[in-house]
Every structure is written in C-alpha cells, then in structure tokens.
C-alpha cells in the first residue's frame, strides 16, 4: 500500500541512469518543444495559424515520462500539453509543424484538428481529441489487451490536473486498479485549469490525496520542473508495471509559463508575482544547469545546444510552410470505413432451414459462434456474465464456455464500458460490449460522439475504432419512462457510427455477425419487445449467414401506399397493412433493418410504384428519423409522389407507465389504418 513515504520516494536518488547521449537528446527535445511553442506563437500573430496551446514549462516532466519508456512498443495517450512527450517518442518537429499549420501531410489528423491533438500509429500514439479525461478510459482499455496478450507493454495516460475533475478519470483508475493493469496515470499539475485554481477544483487541493483509497494504485509526488526526479519515479511506475505490478499515478508539479491557450490571457486571473514564481521554476534553464554541473557538457556547448534546437525549429516550420493545403474534395474521406459503405445490390437472402428461434436467442446464437470464429472477441457490461447472463439472457452460457477472461462484468459505469472498449479496438481486439439498457446510455455518450465516431476521421484514416455495442431499446413493455426509450434519432445524427435496428430473429442474427466483422464502430438496437415475440422469431440462418448493412427487405407487397419503417413498428405495420386490404386497399411494407447505411433505393423505387407514403417509426416524432426519411422522399421523388408524405410515431412526452397512457403515447395498429386511411382517401 502506498504511504506517505511515496511522496518523496522520487526524490531518494539524484543519479538519473541515462547515458550522456540519452540525456542530452532529452535536453534537446526540451529545447525544440520550448521553441516550437514560441515560433508557432509568432505564426499564429502573422496569420499562418489559427489556434495554439502550449506546453512551456511542462518539458521536464514530459520528457522524463517519455525517457523511461520503450518507443514503439509501449503505448502513449497524451493531453494537449504533451508536444515534448510526444516529440520524445518519435514524432518530428516537422510533423509538429505540418499540424500547426494544418497541412495535408500532417501524420496526426491530416489537417482535420487544431495543433495539439498527437498521434500517429507507429509510435502507438492514437491521435487524441480536445474533451478532458476521455483517454483515460481509452487507455485503460489498452493496458487489459495488453494483460490479455501477456505483453510487458505500458501504458502512459496524462493529463492536467484539472481533468481529474472528470468522472471518468476515476472510473479508469478503479478499473485499472481493480485488475492491476499497466497504465500509467501521469498529472501534470500546473495549479491552473484554464482560470480555476486547483484548490477549487480537487478536494484538499491534490489528486495525490484523493485517490489514496484505491487499492492496488501506487503513488509518486515529483517536483515536474526536475527531470532526474520525475525520470526515476516514472522508471520505478515503469518496472512495476512491466512486471505485473499494476498502475501508478504520478502527480508531477510543473509550471504553465503560457496561458492556456493562445486565445486566453491568464494576467485576467493570475498575480504578476505568480507568473514570476513560476518562471523562477523554468524546467530548461534547470536541465541546462544540472548538466552542466554534472560534467555532462559545457556553458558553451549548451549555447551551442540551444542555437541548434532554434535553427531546427524554424527551418522545419519555413519547410512546412510551403507543404500543401488538404484538398476540399477529401473533406467526406474517413468518416467510415468500406465493410458497409457499399451494399451488395445484387444480395439474395437464402432459404434459412433450422429450427425456429427467438430474437433473444438468436443473439446468443451468433455471439457464440462469433466468439468461435474470433479469439480476439470478447464481452463485457453489467449482469453479462453466468449464472445471470445478462438482464435478457442474450450473453447466458457464454462465461462458462469461453471463460470470465472473454465474458466478463464490468463495473456499473457505461462510460468505462464504452471507453474501455474504445482501446480494446484501438489495440486490436473485437470488443462487443453491453448496455443494460438504452435508456443509461447517456453516460457513454461523450465517448460515443466524441470518442468513437471520430477516431478513424480526427487521425485521417490512421486509427479506425470498429466495435459493436449492443443495447436494448424500445417500449410496449410497461417500463415507463427509463426503460422504454429508442434511441436511432439522435444517433442517426453522429457521422461515424453504423445503427442496426433488426426486426426478426433471422436479420438480428445475420446482421450482427455483420457488425462484429465489418469495419466501423456500430450501435446495435434490439428491441426487448421482440426479444421473446412469436411474430419476430424465425426459422434460425447457419452459422455461415452473414446480412450485409444497407439492405432493405419489402415484407410484404403493395401498390397504392408505402410504409417505411423498422424495429417493432414492422409487424404491426404488417397487421394494419393485412386489416386495410380487406376494404381495397394495397399496402406495401418496407423493413428497413438499419439506418445507417440506409438503403435509399428501396425506399425511392416503393415510393415510385406507389405513390403516397406512410412512414413508420417508434421514436418521438419532432425530429424523429422519419423525419430524414420524409425530406429525402420529397428531394428525391416528389414528383412521384399523389399525397403528402405521413408519419405515424411517438407522442412527444416521456414513455408513461401505465399501459392506457403508454399505448396512448406510442404509435400502434389503430393509429397506422388511421393514418392509412387518410392516404387511401386523398
């Protein structure tokens, strides 16, 4: 257990066992990180960027963090602080200029992201976002495949102080230390999150303190501007982690000499007294110092040092200049992947021959054949794992087949679900995790928007993320307000996420395995109340089957109306369409199966051949997907169309309790031969 001596336990030795040479690449990446703030300051005052954020007077520790571990093969999530980090472990200053300048050949994002945001896959950076603490999960996520695959890799994970604010930082500490996973939690405390001092934003003013409760969490406190202390604290974390030990945090004091941000002035909020204590703390004139005390160069070898680092610094940013621009015609490149971007048209569903199967279990079904198929698929969420197997049985039997190392419950946390999953893709694996229930799905968001759908374009195609969540939605089953919700409308609104919403046992099999094996992260609705549904089960596809994304089945013919719809509203529209032929009426349905890729040529050729449209949809109707659906028909096919287009969905309130107000709230058989009728009659 950690105690107060871990403190200082840094501080026990000033001998920092690095050859001359490696320290004086250190100082180096030092110098040039100081530089390349103060020259892309220059730029952005000339016009040639836009934004900066800086890391002067975080040099010391970064590079110290970077010195103990092994580029290229341990695993580096930095903040927007970590440019000496970064640089460290093999990015250029070239490449760091190419970024500021938001050039085409910028290996971390290609132009698509402010300066700051590192990344590139050889090094095993992930190209990092602008949100606090999202990492931390990634990270962790990381470090458990690294457990997995019985590697001495590590984990490096930073941030400033001020994100430790966020949930999800102790939720990735609690895993980490749950499971003594090699992830190293390193703080750059510089006082300051943006304008909010530590002592408002952290209980007792250190996150040291705080998570002194965690089990398992060794802990180091360092002076940040002293690179021999932060280098032996973090080779200690380092050898702990390389051998099983488990995670470390490491709370390094360092000083911000910059504002937050080039577009802040911290002079609003700090005392001119403090700035000047903080540069009194400079990290560079200290390393300079120490070498040169130590006999490891010369006052002038150091000018010559720092002469050499500038004149590297502004030719790499005088080259970078004249690189080009990215052309606008690549802006919609990388949002997704190729395994569902282009439907085969020409798709004949098969003949399915085995026994009748729920939708439930056909789930199951296909993710133990997919667990067969994969060694590297793996499940995860609350309750998944036996003797419960999940809230619906759809993960039941897997633990005790394939083990709790594949099968296993996480903690109640659905951003960790989502965020650990997130580094378990990025590294390789095929994670499908689960949310109990759609309506907690909320907590993951941030991940999902933010995280997830942008990974491939935020790095330009460099790390792509693809993993399934699968998450039961819907209504019809009396759960009132929190455990009725559909969730494709918003959803549908987030470049970068794939949304399956199958309506029978068959599809839900097939396109599931099409999820696990495709390309981009997926969100796959089940709708609970057609889990154990006669109607939804079918007769269960081979193991083999495979139902592409994109591919639209017409479940029944018609002439004069078109329902557009999907999920639970599929058989109902069935019933309605079946009840209003008796009166002359021809209706034909289309199941969309999933909403992103959305097979317009189905929809366009059924509005064509009949004229007026009824579209279908659970979800609330004010800003509904059948409202896309809507806008699309009458781009498209207006001048097919001999009636307005209709939409039969949700009320816009909360989904109530009681079934007289629940069957009121939601779209069901009456309201559709209503709305049916309507159309017949125009």
């Given amino acids: 257990m950690p105690t107060t001596q871990s403190r200082v336990a840094a501080r026990e030795s000033s001998a920092v066992k690095l050859s001359k040479e490696e320290l004086l690449r250190a100082y180096r990446t030092m110098l040039v990180a100081r530089r390349a703030d103060e020259k892309i300051l220059i730029m952005l005052k000339q ?4 934004f900066h954020i800086g890391g002067s007077g975080h040099e010391a520790a970064q590079v110290a963090a970077a010195a103990a571990l092994r ?10 602080r970590d440019m000496a980090f970064a640089l460290h472990m093999g990015m250029t200053i070239e490449d760091i200029f190419l970024s500021a300048l938001h050039r085409a050949e910028d290996p971390t994002t290609g132009g698509r992201l402010p300066q700051g945001h590192y990344g590139r896959p050889d090094i095993r950076i992930p190209t990092q976002s602008s949100p606090t603490g999202t990492q931390y999960l990634q990270a962790v996520g990381v470090a458990m495949a690294c457990k997995k695959e019985r590697t001495d890799e590590v984990v490096y994970v930073s941030s400033g102080e001020g994100a430790t604010s966020e949930g999800e930082f102790f939720e990735a500490v609690n895993w980490a230390a749950r499971d003594a996973y090699p992830v190293i939690f390193f703080i750059q405390d510089n006082r300051y999150a943006i304008s909010v001092p530590v002592e408002n934003q952290t209980a007792g003013g250190s996150v040291f303190e705080v998570v002194s409760g965690f089990k398992g ?25 390389r051998k099983g030990g488990g995670p470390s945090l490491i709370r390094a004091n360092v000083v911000r000499l910059l504002p937050h941000s080039s577009s802040d002035d911290q002079l609003k909020y700090r005392s001119k007294e403090d700035v ?69 048209r020409d798709f004949v569903e098969p003949t399915h021959t085995g026994p009748k199967v729920v939708l439930v279990d056909a789930i199951n079904h296909a993710l133990k054949e997919e667990m067969a198929r994969n060694p590297k698929m793996i499940i995860f969420g609350q309750d998944v794992a036996d003797g419960k197997g999940g809230v619906f049985t759809a993960t039941k039997g897997i633990s005790t087949h394939y083990g709790v190392s594949r099968a296993f419950n996480s903690p109640l946390a659905e951003a960790s679900i989502v965020g650990v999953a997130a580094g378990l893709a990025l590294k390789g694996w095929s994670p499908v995790p689960e949310i109990q229930f759609g309506d907690y799905i909320w907590p ?75 390309d981009d992260p997926v969100i796959f609705m089940e709708h609970k109340g057609l889990y154990r549904q006669g109607y939804a089960a079918s007769l269960e596809p081979d193991e083999n089957y495979v139902l592409p994304f994109g591919i639209a089945s017409v479940k029944r013919q018609g002439t004069d109306i078109s329902i557009i719809t999907y999920g639970a509203l599929v058989q109902k529209s069935l019933e309605a369409a079946r009840k209003i032929e008796d009166r002359g009426v021809s209706v034909e349905v289309i199941d969309l199966r999933t909403i992103n890729p959305l097979d317009t040529d189905a929809i366009y050729a059924s509005v064509k051949k009949t004229g007026k449209v009824l579209i279908a949809h659970e979800d609330t109707i004010t800003a509904g997907f059948g409202a896309e659906i809507a806008a699309l028909i009458a781009q498209h096919c207006f ?44």
């Fill in 71 to 80: 580029p290229n093969h341990d695993w580096g999530f930095p903040y927007y």
């Fill in 444 to 518: 993951a968001f941030m991940q999902i928007r933010d995280e997830i759908a942008m990974f491939r374009y935020r790095s330009n195609n460099g790390w792509p993320c693809p993993f399934v969540i699968r998450v039961p939605v819907g209504g019809y089953i009396h759960g009132g307000h929190y455990h009725s919700q559909c969730l494709e409308s918003i959803l549908a609104h987030v470049p970068g996420i794939r949304l399956a919403f199958p309506s029978n046992a068959a599809d839900a099999k097939g396109l599931l395995k099409a999820a696990i094996r495709g």
């Fill in 639 to 682: 001048e097919y169309l001999d009636a307005p287009v209709k939409r039969v969905a949700a009320l816009d309130t909360p989904v109530p309790y009681s079934p007289p107000l629940e069957n009121e709230m939601l779209p069901n058989e009456a309201k559709l031969i209503a709305a049916l009728e309507d159309l017949a009659a125009y």
């Fill in 276 to 344: 000047e204590r903080d540069k009194a703390r400079d990290p560079n004139p200290i390393m300079t110092h120490y070498l040169i005390e130590e006999g490891f160069i010369t006052d002038k070898e150091a000018t010559e040092i720092q002469a050499e680092a500038k004149e590297a610094v502004d030719a790499a940013a005088k080259w970078a200049e004249f690189r080009p621009l990215p052309d606008p015609s690549t802006v919609q490149h990388y949002v997704y992947g190729s395994a569902h971007a282009n439907p085969p």
């Fill in 217 to 241: 969490l060794e802990r180091f406190e360092v002076d940040g501007s002293n690179f021999a202390e932060v280098y032996t604290a973090m080779q200690k974390a380092v050898g702990r982690a």
């Fill in 47 to 50: 016009g040639k960027c836009f």
